[in-house]
């Protein structure tokens, strides 16, 4: 643990009697398990399991067929968006 670490079961026991430090630490914990659930989301697409494509090559056959590969990447990085404000906003 580095200097800027505080160890969350130290300051619990240490103010275990004070209510608005355990409601502090109670917070802490939540904002934790968020950022631990969206650093598990972002390591669920490795790039040796799912590798970059080929844009130039996606571009053509996209726009072969009425799309653009800005479209799609906008649609992608909605829902990406869409699940971090979703595990943001739960309680």
């Known amino acids: 643990m580095d200097d800027t670490c505080i160890d969350l079961k130290l300051v619990k026991e240490k103010y275990k ?3 608005e430090v355990q409601d502090l630490l109670q917070i802490i914990q939540q904002l934790e398990d ?3 659930k969206i650093d598990s989301w972002c390591k669920a697409y ?3 399991i799912f590798p ?3 844009f130039k090559k996606a571009h053509k056959i996209l726009k072969e067929n009425g799309m653009t590969l ?3 990447s906008a649609s992608n990085m909605r829902h990406v ?3 971090i404000q979703k595990i ?3 309680e």
Request: proline share 10%; no cysteine; charged share 35%.
């Open 17 to 19: 009697d004070n209510v």
């Open 34 to 36: 968020k950022l631990y």
């Open 46 to 48: 490795p790039l040796d």
């Open 52 to 54: 970059e494509p080929n």
């Open 70 to 72: 800005d479209a799609i």
């Open 81 to 83: 968006l869409k699940g």
């Open 88 to 90: 943001i906003m739960e």
